[in-house]
């Protein structure tokens, strides 16, 4: 039983944390602190209790498949909720001192909050390796994507401070836009492959490309000259 429970809780955990360290490891220039990285991977999954209250109360006489529970009730309540303790505990924090480092506190706070909620299907569901592994490549990296949308245009907003307002209100938005979506199509389309598929394609290929616009602007790009062959070039803002 002890086995069984363990085997469980594994893969309930392996995804969220298999994909913090590959965001992580992407921080080309100057690495977070493991240990904020970790405190703020708690909080996010602290971040599920709120979250299950307010979605609760807002629930009753909501039709799952609806625009407004997709858009609003889950996907704004759990955005919100993410960026509000990367804005007030990260943003003007001095460990956020390159644009990378928004999309590395947002996609933490993600999964630590992607995690918990993978635990509680697994064990309230009873949920066997087929949906474990159908979670890990769907809500799990669906969280870490919206995450990585976020962390980028906080990483704008933070080194931009002309369009501050402009970039912390599409760190919010657009997120929760991405997160609706995603909702919106598991609910209403029967096939993933001709739905949520091609949407997920188009998150990550939009993923990689502001990782590397962010790490572009790397205030410490200029003590590691060798990696800027591998950077996309550095645009004016706006982009």
């Given at each position: 039983?002890v086995?069984?429970i363990?085997?469980v809780l594994?893969a309930?955990?392996?995804p969220?944390?298999a994909?913090?360290?590959?965001?992580?490891?992407?921080?080309?220039?100057?690495?977070e602190p493991?240990r904020?990285?970790g405190k703020?991977?708690v909080?996010g999954?602290?971040?599920?209790?709120?979250a299950i209250?307010?979605?609760?109360?807002?629930?009753?006489?909501?039709?799952?498949t609806?625009?407004?529970?997709?858009?609003g009730i889950?996907?704004g309540?759990?955005?919100?909720?993410?960026w509000?303790?990367?804005?007030?505990?990260?943003?003007?924090?001095?460990?956020?001192?390159?644009?990378?480092d928004?999309?590395?506190?947002?996609?933490?706070?993600?999964?630590?909050?992607a995690?918990?909620?993978?635990?509680?299907?697994a064990f309230?569901h009873?949920?066997?390796?087929?949906?474990l592994?159908?979670?890990?490549f769907?809500?799990v990296?669906?969280h870490?994507?919206?995450g990585?949308?976020?962390?980028?245009?906080?990483?704008?907003?933070?080194?931009?401070p002309?369009?501050?307002?402009?970039f912390l209100?599409m760190?919010?938005?657009?997120?929760?836009?991405y997160?609706?979506?995603?909702?919106?199509i598991?609910a209403?389309?029967?096939?993933w492959?001709?739905?949520?598929?091609p949407f997920m394609?188009?998150?990550?290929f939009?993923?990689?490309?502001?990782?590397q616009?962010?790490n572009a602007?790397?205030?410490?790009?200029?003590?590691?000259p060798e990696?800027d062959?591998?950077?996309?070039p550095?645009?004016?803002?706006g982009?």
């Open positions: 039983m086995n069984i363990l085997s594994i309930a955990v392996a969220g944390l994909l913090l360290c590959y965001f992580y490891l992407k921080d080309r220039y100057h690495a493991i904020i990285v703020m991977f909080i999954a602290l971040l599920v209790l709120p209250v307010l979605q609760s109360a807002l629930i009753p006489g909501t039709n799952e609806s625009f407004l529970f997709s858009f889950s996907a309540v759990e955005e919100f909720l993410k509000f303790a990367v804005y007030f505990l990260i943003y003007k924090h001095a460990v956020f001192d390159e644009p990378y928004g999309i590395v506190y947002a996609v933490t706070v993600s999964l630590g909050f995690t918990l909620e993978n635990i509680f299907y309230l009873h949920a066997g390796f087929s949906s592994l159908y979670r890990a769907l809500p990296s669906g870490a994507l919206f990585a949308a976020m962390g980028y245009y906080l990483g704008k907003a933070k080194f931009q002309q369009r501050e307002r402009l209100a760190s919010i938005l657009l997120p929760t836009v997160h609706g979506v995603f909702n919106f598991l209403n389309v029967r096939s492959f001709l739905g949520v598929l394609v188009f998150l990550w939009r993923t990689i490309f502001s990782m616009r962010a602007g790397s205030p410490y790009r200029a003590l590691r990696e062959r591998d950077s996309f550095t645009r004016a803002a982009g």
